[in-house]
């Protein structure tokens, strides 16, 4: 089980520290948070859990969670934004997980959006989920789920997905690993909050990009096409030259990778 007060001395001082919380089994961290935000809860809740039994994943996707092996966290924010920057608060995230998997020599890279592999391997995926508020205004849940300690995966993902265990070698400590996470968030976010944009990540987003100088596929509704990642533009979208020079910035949902993962 996730050691509540060890996360609790790990955190003091940190902006989420009081408000992480430790769950057994829960259907969906994600539906914990909510749960929470329509009772009023303020930002920065966090609540974990050891196990889920409906760990929801992207485009209707589920998250398979095991008990005591990986992380799964949702926070809530109730960011003075638009629902445009909702793309780009998901990034913020995979940029602290990143620098959290760093910490551990590990060299973890954010495949454009949000998803953070090593060695071609997904190793994290985020859920960013926004409701509105009955005030008008709206609340975002940011759930991350990570593969820390897990060693071995059902078929349908055993060619993507990797964890920090197998990438490393050994078991990696739960709790050391959240709160830095959690401490790196808050910096990102602090600094978003500031520009309400990704001026101030930007250069470290694009240090982690694994497609950065690859060649990408742009599943365009109007066309498919080919051209190089070059970045980011500073508010999230990849930045892709095409064979003839231009540039064009693309959405999130409409790109894919090619030809060095097996999952796209
Ligand atoms: C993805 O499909 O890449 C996103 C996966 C997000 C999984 C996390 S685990 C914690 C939180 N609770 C959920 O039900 N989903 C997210």
Request: charged share 25%; hydrophobic share 40%.
């Amino acid at each position: 089980m996730l050691d509540q007060k060890k996360l609790d001395s790990l955190l003091a001082g940190c902006r989420f520290w009081e408000k992480v919380q430790c769950f057994e089994t829960v259907d969906s961290t994600n539906l914990i948070v909510k749960d929470w935000a329509r009772q009023g809860a303020e930002e920065g809740r966090c609540a974990v859990a050891e196990a889920q039994t409906a760990g929801r994943g992207r485009r209707g996707r589920s998250w398979i969670s095991p008990p005591g092996e990986n992380l799964y966290f949702s926070i809530l924010l109730r960011p003075q934004a638009e629902a445009s920057h909702v793309a780009m608060i998901t990034l913020l995230m995979a940029i602290a997980v990143t620098q959290g998997v760093r910490e551990l020599h590990l060299d973890a890279k954010i495949k454009w959006p949000n998803d953070v592999v090593i060695n071609g391997k997904k190793i994290c995926g985020i859920l960013t989920e926004m409701y509105q508020s009955a005030a008008g205004s709206f609340f975002l849940v940011i759930g991350t789920g990570i593969n820390v300690n897990q060693k071995e995966f059902p078929e349908e993902v055993k060619k993507t997905a990797g964890s920090l265990a197998l990438e490393l070698g050994a078991d990696v400590d739960r709790e050391v690993l959240l709160a830095s996470v959690l401490r790196h968030f808050s910096d990102c976010y602090d600094s978003f909050l500031e520009t309400m944009d990704l001026s101030g990540q930007k250069e470290l987003y694009e240090s982690f990009l694994v497609n950065k100088g690859r060649v990408v596929e742009v599943l365009d509704p109007k066309g498919e096409w080919q051209g190089t990642a070059i970045g980011i533009e500073k508010t999230g979208e990849l930045l892709v030259q095409r064979k003839d020079g231009s540039v064009e910035a693309v959405y999130a949902g409409e790109v894919s990778v090619r030809g060095i993962y097996g999952y796209v």
